[in-house]
């Protein structure tokens, strides 16, 4: 295993434990709903916005105890999307991570809830816990995840992408519409990474310039593999949105200029961490790991 | 009009401002969403969370422009559980305030982003205004706002309900399910109009006592107005929880005993606020008008 991988696989592991301390037990009351919080959340999923956050981190020497409150208040906020997004009035999909959806395990009122609470619990370990010695910093992080959750983020995204159902999207409206619905969270994990440390202005321009490639070279993969993949290697259902009439960049594009499109994120985002040196390094593979992956 | 009913009205008309200045624009990107938002908040509802969070404002002499923001917040927190609320998986109800539910007017996937959306929003107000000279008071506030939301309030509340459909649930069981889903906002809205300004603990507790009678007594009315009232005079379909059997404290109780409850609990509301004096006026004011309303 390479040193990138081993790091991948414990901090992802490490986190695991980290949500399982943060989340609700399965035993207070109400039960079923913490039960279907913790189904929603753990074990699941790459980690991509909380491996993020590490790696800014690492970065700025901030210690990791914060850094991993901020990443799980993101990573909360990106589970209850899901949950939500996979609803009979959304997407309605039955599989997500290789398992039955929230609403499917459960039922319908409950996935609504469990990411209405979850998304209270971001909010919650944000003003909970010590996470920057300047309470106003901490505050700015409240505000930034609440920007990159709401109408003008990631919620903003997906009503975007409800208007664009069957559509013909211009390259620019398809990159607003990704901007804010996957770009802002992951954006955001970068910028609240950064600031359990501290980083003067500059550099945290240039992490978010690095964080808005890469989220866009995210989506930019995501559309590639939802047109390659089959279901099994994705853990969700495969090609889904060519079925549903919605556009992608493989739809936009062709699977050619697509991947074109992803290495040229790839170049920009590693540009944008020019002058940080070593200490970038993880930042630098989890670019790489985010447009060569296979699922 | 008596000073009192003048003060309401004020203050409501204040309140809509207030949220027109602080909801996004309709016609920002995305415009369906944005419009939705505010057809979902705007023009509605007693206000009852705000205008406890302005008497209180009034008793410890906070920045009224403080308290107004705080009181938003919660707001649309108690806005977007209705929209929720109302959805076919939860009460599948078409009438709210008058007024066609969010689902009906606009769709089912609009409504579930509005309410998500709305929360966001609320942490984000919370965050982005100076509502506090002492940040970490303010982080407080976020805490506050997000536990009472959360699946150990309000949402949780809502769990409980969700369960309790089709059982018979024992007096305490009944209390511990409102005091989670309607008595925790209430309680919020109270203590975060509190934080805007200086108070001891002793006078926070008090006033969390008033808020916890408060909210008790005023599900108690709502179950017997829900049994008595007609459509048109609530502004929402009467009848509609013996109809989903659903228990409520005159099914528990029968309407004479649910009325002398709501009266004992009025009664000892106002025995919190002993020791307040005259300040507390709106406080007792309120009491009476949670408990003697008609709709």
């Known amino acids: ?16 434990e980290v ?16 039960a279907a919080m913790r189904y929603s959340v753990l074990e699941g999923g790459k980690r991509v916005r909380p491996l993020l ?21 993101v990573e909360l906020i990106h589970a209850y999307s899901l949950v939500h997004d996979d609803m009979p009035c959304m997407d309605d999909d039955v599989l997500r991570r290789g398992k039955p959806t929230c609403h499917i395990e459960y039922d319908e009122a409950t996935a609504l809830l469990v990411g209405d609470a979850l998304q209270s619990l971001a909010f919650h370990l944000l003003s909970e816990h010590h996470l920057n010695d300047d309470a106003a910093k901490q505050l700015h992080m409240v505000k930034l995840l609440a920007v990159a959750s709401g109408s003008r983020g990631m919620a903003g995204g997906q009503a975007i992408d409800l208007a664009s159902v069957g559509k013909q999207l211009t390259l620019p409206e398809l990159e607003q ?3 804010h619905k996957t770009g802002a969270l992951i954006r955001a994990a970068i910028l609240l990474g950064a600031h359990c440390g501290d980083l003067n202005q500059e550099q945290l321009d240039k992490l978010d310039r690095y964080g808005k490639c890469i ?16 279901t099994t290697t994705l853990g969700k259902t495969a090609g889904k949105d060519a079925d549903n009439n919605k556009p992608t960049y493989v739809t936009l594009l062709g699977v050619s200029a697509a991947k074109n499109m992803a290495i040229e994120l790839h170049r920009e985002a590693l540009e944008a961490l020019d002058g940080f040196g070593a200490p970038a390094q993880r930042l630098r593979e989890l670019a790489d790991f985010i447009v060569m992956r296979k699922y």
């Open 1 to 16: 295993m390479s040193d990138f991988s081993s790091w991948v696989s414990t901090r992802q592991s490490r986190f695991e």
């Open 53 to 73: 956050a590490y790696a800014v981190g690492e970065l700025n020497n901030a210690p990791i105890e914060r850094v991993e409150i901020a990443a799980a208040a």
């Open 177 to 179: 519409m990704h901007i």
């Open 19 to 34: 949500l399982k301390r943060l989340l609700p037990a399965a035993d207070t009351m109400p039960q079923r709903l913490h």
């Open 215 to 230: 989220g866009l070279a995210f989506q930019v993969v995501d559309d590639v593999l939802d047109s390659e993949a089959d």
